[in-house]
């Protein structure tokens, strides 16, 4: 009987083995000669940016893993990267890439912008790893009118330092600048420590002269660190032109004003019609910034028919929020708003001449505390008068109000 041929089982691993890596030699082999770049095409030959729905498709094929360059050449020479240096995997798959007619720029103010109409080479270049560069090249055609960017023009931010204290003096800065496009802008600010407080969200704006305010607190309310901080202003209108502008505006002397009375006295607590009345009240700065006042001073006697505005031809009128006075009132006094606590003074112990402004304001700083005096002639017929004090900011507010209640007996 004739013995058949039999193999070892180690030869026939041997053997599969071989014919595994001879599977994959060839595979290599197979895909060391695709090219790294293919099949490059533009879903057309002409584009007109501005007058299409649809942007542009630049499509190519990957071969080998590669790194890619998209970019255009225009007549003389410049180039517009459209892709630099970005790694690609191999695929059969095409790469797709949809331009809108802008290109990124070097320029620190136009990032981007529409290319203008002409002649152009679409070039793709791929470059393999130990392998040689390859590149592709299609003529394009831009057409369509050369449009004007939304340049943010004339931009002002004044003043350049803002104190954000309440006091009516440099409270806000104004930003200001002309578009001369519609266009969607985004206004930020930037701290110190890298934080961003949005002033203007991707606000539709005309080609108009534009104004804006920041009073130099977050959006919420809360106040920001003192130093110097960096605005941005962005416009980008619908065709991809991006515009960005950068300044800088410094915020010092930052707080939130805040007083408070710590002892008030209303005497006497009975007299006849046409007797004089006194008031003496205590106040500290309990905040962190100065507080403005003003007139009428300590020591200055009212009537009770009279009030702040109406004395000294006028002058002592509430103004513009920021500045501080103490004031008394009664509770039959049918006055609102305004007309509230009649009777006011400054929280200043000293003449007006001695005044940080002679005759026109004091201020009260952090920590100082004064005593302050005033007088009032009653003339008003009622047997019983509740009389009480407040602080008042003018524009803002009445702070510690209705306080040390007092009732006072008026004889006839």
């Not at 009987?1 to 060839?26: H, N, V």
């Not at 004395?311 to 513009?320: E, H, K, L």
């Not at 009649?342 to 304001?361: D, I, M, N, T, Y």
Request: hydrophobic content about 35%; glycine content about 10%; aromatic content about 8%.
């Amino acid at each position: 009987m004739e013995d058949s041929l039999r193999i070892p089982i180690s030869c026939t691993r041997a053997l599969r083995w071989g014919l595994a890596l001879l599977a994959c030699a060839l595979l290599l082999v197979a895909c060391s000669s695709r090219p790294a770049l293919d099949a490059v095409a533009a879903s057309a030959p002409s584009f007109a940016p501005s007058e299409m729905d649809q942007p542009l498709t630049i499509s190519y094929v990957i071969g080998r893993d590669a790194t890619v360059d998209v970019y255009l050449l225009d007549a003389i020479g410049t180039r517009y990267n459209l892709r630099l240096g970005q790694p690609r995997s191999a695929s059969a798959d095409p790469y797709v890439l949809r331009f809108d007619g802008t290109v990124p720029t070097s320029d620190p103010v136009i990032l981007r912008r529409l290319l203008p109409p002409g002649d152009y080479t679409l070039v793709v270049g791929a470059q393999a790893s130990g392998g040689t560069p390859e590149e592709r090249r299609l003529p394009l055609t831009i057409t369509g009118g050369d449009l004007p960017i939304p340049d943010v023009q004339n931009l002002l931010v004044a003043p350049p330092t803002i104190s954000p204290n309440a006091d009516a003096v440099n409270d806000i800065t104004e930003i200001t600048y002309r578009l001369p496009v519609s266009a969607t802008v985004n206004i930020d600010i930037s701290a110190p420590n890298g934080e961003t407080i949005p002033v203007v969200t991707r606000e539709e704006e005309g080609p108009y002269e534009q104004h804006h305010v920041w009073n130099g607190k977050r959006p919420n309310g809360s106040l920001l660190p003192s130093g110097v901080y960096t605005y941005t202003v962005q416009a980008e209108d619908g065709y991809g032109n991006l515009v960005r502008r950068h300044g800088q505006i410094t915020l010092e002397d930052v707080g939130q004003p805040e007083a408070r009375i710590v002892y008030a006295s209303i005497a006497p607590q009975r007299l006849m019609l046409g007797g004089v009345m006194t008031v003496t009240v205590r106040v500290r700065n309990t905040g962190t910034v100065p507080i403005r006042t003003y007139g009428p001073a300590s020591g200055f006697q009212y009537d009770t028919d009279q009030v702040f505005s109406s004395v000294a031809d006028g002058r002592y009128t509430a103004q513009a929020g920021g500045f501080w006075r103490v004031g008394l009132d009664w509770d039959a006094n049918s006055g609102g708003g305004p007309k509230r606590y009649p009777f006011r003074w400054a929280l200043s112990q000293r003449p007006p001449e001695q005044w940080k402004v002679p005759g026109v304001e004091d201020w009260l700083m952090p920590d100082e505390e004064v005593e302050v005096t005033g007088q009032v002639r009653i003339l008003q017929r009622e047997t019983k008068m509740g009389f009480y004090v407040g602080l008042i900011q003018d524009g803002v507010g009445f702070f510690q109000d209705r306080s040390a209640r007092t009732i006072v007996e008026v004889g006839f």
